[in-house]
Each structure stands twice: as structure tokens, then as C-alpha cells.
DNA sequence: TGGTTAACGTGAAAATATTCACAAAACCAT
DNA sequence: ATGGTTTTGTGAATATTTTCACGTTAACCA
């Protein structure tokens, strides 16, 4: 087993990949501004955690820097870029071109990581536009088009009572992963990946959140 | 200390917390399609985990159904209203006009769950519209408007360099919680929650977890 | 009406994630 | 060179989350 192939960890360390990226992010904007080195406490500092958890996640999958001078910052993106797949370009399709779907659409970053949205997909005969780029397509040639493309990565922004036959169409036509905007538990096979976003639970959290930080503070009151 | 505020737990079980909000949607559903009853077994199907996981997280908020016909879809509902908050109205600014910010504005499942996003705040005077509803505000409207409505949340959908800033104004005037679209870790006070949604990151994964699962065919097929 | 059993509720155990604590390496000053 | 200092890298310890295992109880049935 190769090194690089180990390094694939997937039934561990999700948080850690998850952190690595962010990481990554905050190094290109470090990079820009022509900072050359920085030290595990400079990246903790900046991503909000400690400086024992970026070692951590860097020691997991064999990222390292130099013991007394940090971390060298084109080093470290060299090892992160190979480690994240910025490298290979992945095409990626969106379903439902509502208010998500068109959001993440005109969203301009995800190219310069290696990721190209070729399309988008809708039910709705008002929404076409072939010609727009990315072109806006009708759904019935989902199918088709990602097989014609190779497409391996999907989104899914489609109202909930949609999302699973427009799953099950990506999974027979190659796709492999996809993000779910879709409030909705999907089913797929075991080697499919799914990381599902809920912006409604998200922000709903946040007031149960305020609410109990409140609940807290007067319970402290009140015990003095 | 009374049972409801004991209820509130905040340190542990952010988690469950989160599923409460997932099942209480689903429970909604089930319900507008005339089911009475479920479960624990039914309710983990839906959402995609375990029947004791289902049980752990209602055992951990004191949420109980009934030992030989499982939950009562009314009483299970009322229970996680009270708990979660559904009850007390809870308005919500938004900073920034782009397409996320107007995305969630434009969503219409916030207010049946107790959230109302009252206004927009943008810093470009081409996305002024004060008699929209919600209006689009200048920036510089903010801060005496969250204090005037006293609003305790906030989203933050402003490019990463003024995120910061933003934040920094909006816990002035009483803030309490954001969820924050920005690609920065924000600093606040401790007893202020944010709520970070990365969608690049989020995606980007998608495709790691991609590659990785391809890595672990790979090798099985290898080690047959 | 009393036995059976399906489902709940929950401590204990296992799995996963984070933090601690310290050895090893690298640099610096002398 | 040598001793002191700073920072990495990582096992061990701790914390948190999930899963297991099983006692309990309410509904059903004979």
C-alpha cells in the first residue's frame, strides 16, 4: 500500500479534512499578502482552535514542518494541494436552479480549486438556458449528460419531495458524491457520498443556541 | 433550577440538538400525510440513523413516548416546540445582498418555524430597496436598527474581510448569535454562538471523500 | 386477568475527537 | 561546541458521541 494511498483516511479524521481545507484557505490568503513561514499558534490563532489540534491534523496525514521555524507556506500548500486533489479538475453538476442552485451557480471560488460546475439542471421549462455558462438544462438530460461527461460530483438543490429520484438518476448515471441541499434523509449505496447541508436547521439552531446561552447566564445569576 | 431550563443543555449534546430539529421536521411531514404514530425504528429509518440513537438523543432532552405503542406524533411535536423553541418569535437581520443573502431571504421556511428575517443590509447603494419586503437597508443603518427591534440573530454573508467588522457591530448592538457564511473564524465574546457554514468547504469535500472512497476500492480489489 | 412481548429508556461500553504532556529537533547566543 | 530556548510531533489521557445490552413497562391476547 503507497504512502499517498494511505493517506486517503476516510472512516476517520472527517473533522480533520474538513479542517485541512479551511487551513488551506487561510494559507493562500497569507500567501497573498507575503507572509512566507508561520508557526502552528499563527494558524491556530486564525482558524479559531489550538495549536495542539493544527500538530494533530497535520501529524494524521502526514503533513510536517521544521521543528524550531514552523511551517514554510508554499511547503505546506504543496503537501495540502496534493493531499486535497487541487490538482485533478472535477466537474461538477447542479440540480434546481431555485434560489441555492443559481447561488452557488454565479459563486466564483470554487474554480481556481480545481472544481467546474458544467451545468445546471431544472424541471422548469422557464428556467432553460442553453447558451448561459454555465448552461441551464432541462432535467431529462441529466442522465445523459453525465454520462457523456464523466461527471462524478452532483448538487442537489431541489425541493425534498425531488431529491431522491433525482439521486437515484445521478447514482445509475456515474455520479459519486454529492452535496444535499435537500432537507431529507437519502438513501444510496454504501461506496456513495453524501454530506448534507440544511440552511433552515442551521439558522434554526442558532436561535435554540442564543436561547441557552441566555438560560445559562441567568442560571449563574441566580446562583450567587 | 426548573426542569424546562435544566432542558436547555448547551456544553454537551450540540449534536442531538441538531437531530431534535430534523426529527421535529420529519414529525411535521409524517403528520400532514395523516400519521398518528411512530416508532423510534420508523423515525431512524427516515432520518437515516438508529432506533437508540433516536431514544439516546429524546432520553437526553426528557422527551418520552409511550413503552408498547411508541410516540404520539401531537405529543411528540408539542414537546419538541416547547423545547426547541418554536413558540417565541425571532427576527433575523441579514448583512449582505449577494446571492447567498438573497437566497435565504427569499426562502419562505423560516417563518412557520418561529424565525422572521425582518431586513437586508448591504453596503452597495444599487441594492437599496427600503420598501421591499424585507427592505434592503445601507450598512450603516445596521447597528441603530438592531438595537431599535432589539434582533438577538444574525447571518453574516459579507466577503471575508469585512465579516469581522460586521460581526463587530452587530454584537454591539445586542446581537447574541450569527450563523456565518464568511470563510474566517470570527472572534466574539464567550457568551456569543456562531454558527459557521462554509459552502466551498463544503463541497470541496465532496470531493476528497470522492477520491478516497475510490482509494479504498483500490485496495480491496489489490488485496483480493 | 395474568402471561407475553414489542418497544421504550438508560447505564455501561466502545468508538471517535480533542487536549495534555513531554521528547526530539533546530536555532541562537556565547 | 555547549547550554538554553522555541517549536514540532505524537503517545497517553481526557472528553464527547455513539452503540450495546438489558431491565422496565404498557399494550395486547388467550
Not at 452557488?104 to 460546475?117: H, R
Request: proline letters at 3%; a neutral charge.
Amino acid at each position: 500500500m503507497g504512502i499517498v494511498k494511505e493517506r486517503y483516511k476516510m472512516k476517520f479524521a472527517k473533522l480533520s479534512v474538513m479542517r485541512l481545507f479551511q487551513y488551506k484557505d487561510f494559507l493562500i490568503r497569507a500567501k497573498s499578502i507575503g507572509i512566507k513561514n508561520l508557526f502552528s499558534d499563527d494558524l491556530a490563532e486564525a482558524m479559531g482552535t489550538t495549536s495542539t489540534q493544527v500538530r494533530k491534523d497535520f501529524s494524521l496525514f502526514g503533513l510536517s514542518g521544521n521543528k524550531r521555524a514552523g511551517y514554510n507556506i508554499d511547503d505546506l500548500l504543496e503537501q495540502l494541494n496534493e493531499l486535497l486533489g487541487k490538482n485533478e479538475k472535477q466537474r461538477v453538476v447542479i440540480v434546481g436552479a431555485g434560489n441555492i442552485g443559481r447561488a452557488l451557480m454565479k459563486y466564483s471560488g470554487f474554480y481556481k480549486e480545481g472544481l467546474e460546475i458544467v451545468a445546471l439542471f431544472d424541471s422548469d421549462i422557464n428556467n432553460y438556458n442553453a447558451s448561459a455558462n454555465p448552461p441551464v438544462l432541462p432535467l431529462e438530460s441529466l442522465y445523459e449528460f453525465i454520462c457523456k461527461y464523466k461527471i462524478e460530483i452532483g448538487v442537489i438543490a431541489v425541493p425534498y419531495h425531488a431529491a431522491q429520484q433525482v439521486l437515484d438518476i445521478m447514482i445509475l448515471a456515474g455520479i459519486k458524491g454529492v452535496m444535499n441541499f435537500a432537507p431529507i434523509a437519502l438513501k444510496s449505496p454504501k461506496d456513495f457520498y453524501i454530506n448534507d447541508v440544511n440552511l433552515k436547521l442551521e439558522l434554526e439552531s442558532v436561535a435554540y443556541f442564543v436561547k441557552a446561552l441566555k438560560m445559562e447566564q441567568e442560571e449563574q445569576t441566580n446562583d450567587v
